[in-house]
C-alpha cells in the first residue's frame, strides 16, 4: 500500500512538472508584445564624403527568436522606413539588417549585418528600438 502511495505521489509530481513545462512560453509569435524601430541610411560620394540620410523603405528586416541560428521572419520597411514584429512572446530577440561595406573598411561579400539585440521582460511590453544604420557607398 505505501508503495502504491509513493508512486501516486511520483507522478502526480511528474505530471504537474510536465504541465508547468508545457506553459512556459518561448521566444516567437502568440503573445502580446511589439518591437518596432525605423531603418536609417546614409549616403556617402565615392570620396567619402557624408552627402544625406533619411528614413529607408523597402529595406528587409529580419528577426531571430531566442538563440536560433537563423531567422525566424523578415519584413520589409514601410514608406517611412519603420519595421514592426507584433504578437510577440516576452525573451530574447535578435534583429537585423545588412549594409553595404565601406571602400575604406571594405569585406569580401560587399554587405556586412547591422543586428541589435532586445528582451522583451513581459507580455504586452512594446519596445522602441534605436534606428539601425546602413550606408550606401
Do not use: H, R
Not at 569580401?108 to 557607398?137: A, F, H, Q, Y
Amino acid at each position: 500500500m505505501k508503495k502504491i502511495m509513493k508512486i501516486k505521489k511520483l507522478s502526480i509530481g511528474l505530471f504537474l512538472l510536465l504541465l508547468i513545462g508545457a506553459c512556459t512560453k518561448q521566444e516567437g509569435y502568440g503573445g502580446k508584445s511589439t518591437i518596432y524601430g525605423y531603418v536609417l541610411e546614409k549616403d556617402y560620394n565615392n570620396s567619402g564624403q557624408f552627402q544625406s540620410e533619411y528614413y529607408k523603405p523597402d529595406q528587409k528586416v529580419f528577426i531571430v527568436f531566442g538563440d536560433n541560428d537563423f531567422y525566424d521572419d523578415e519584413i520589409d520597411t514601410d514608406y517611412t522606413g519603420k519595421y514592426k514584429f507584433s504578437y510577440l512572446y516576452a525573451g530574447k530577440y535578435t534583429l537585423y539588417t545588412y549594409t553595404e561595406c565601406s571602400p575604406i573598411d571594405p569585406c569580401d561579400s560587399g554587405v556586412k549585418t547591422v543586428l541589435m539585440e532586445v528582451n522583451i521582460s513581459k507580455n504586452g511590453d512594446v519596445e522602441v528600438l534605436e534606428d539601425l544604420v546602413i550606408e550606401n557607398w
